[in-house]
């Protein structure tokens, strides 16, 4: 099994670093990444799994999620469902689901009114940048793509917070990984 990692930065994923494809923050960073990615193996069968961290108003600092579906929105919200895959984890192994927004921006009070807020709250439990561009160009090029995140904020702390715990729980994704990868048989990282 080929699987391609990808993850916004190099800090969420601490000692794997080296297996990583990093697109940078933001979903324009995220399209023209994937994009420059699936050009470059384009006659490859690989899965591809999104990797980072998330706010989250429902799960606590540290929970690792298992992405079921993908809410996209600038000003609108959109109007397609965004179904990622899924492995299947042993029993011990499980994480919660959730249902991820992926937005133009760091989600807090600082940068969207209450009332957005409070819309986007009711329609998902997590927050980030990336998946749903790297979502949907998956999709538009019939690849699998699988997405965990680590809960780093409940959308109470500012960039430069988030960034600090990124690295601190980079350390816990990269146990689950090695956890989750150790369930397959052959696995080439490309």
């Not at 023209?32 to 384009?42: A, E, G, P, V, Y």
């Not at 949907?136 to 090029?141: F, G, L, N």
Request: net charge negative; charged share 20%; hydrophobic share 45%.
């Amino acid at each position: 099994m080929k699987i391609a990692l990808f993850s916004a930065v190099s800090e969420e994923v601490g000692a794997w670093q080296s297996r990583f494809h990093f697109t940078g923050i933001g979903r324009e960073n995220a399209t023209r990444s994937i994009l420059d990615f699936i050009n470059q193996h384009k006659d490859e069968n690989f899965t591809i799994v999104n990797i980072g961290t998330v706010g989250s108003h429902v799960f606590p600092v540290g929970t690792i999620l298992s992405i079921d579906e993908i809410i996209s929105s600038g000003s609108v919200f959109n109007s397609f469902r965004m179904l990622p895959a899924h492995f299947s984890l042993p029993k011990e192994m499980e994480v919660p689901h959730a249902i991820l927004f992926s937005s133009d921006s760091f989600v807090s009070p600082e940068v969207y009114t209450q009332e957005h807020l409070n819309t986007m709250k009711k329609q998902s439990q997590c927050f980030d940048m990336e998946s749903s561009a790297l979502f949907s160009i998956a999709d538009i090029y019939g690849i699998p793509y699988i997405s965990f995140k680590i809960v780093s904020d409940n959308l109470d702390v500012t960039l430069n917070v988030w960034k600090e715990r990124v690295v601190e729980l980079s350390h816990t994704m990269t146990l689950f990984l090695e956890k989750v990868f150790a369930n397959f048989d052959e696995v080439i990282f490309i």
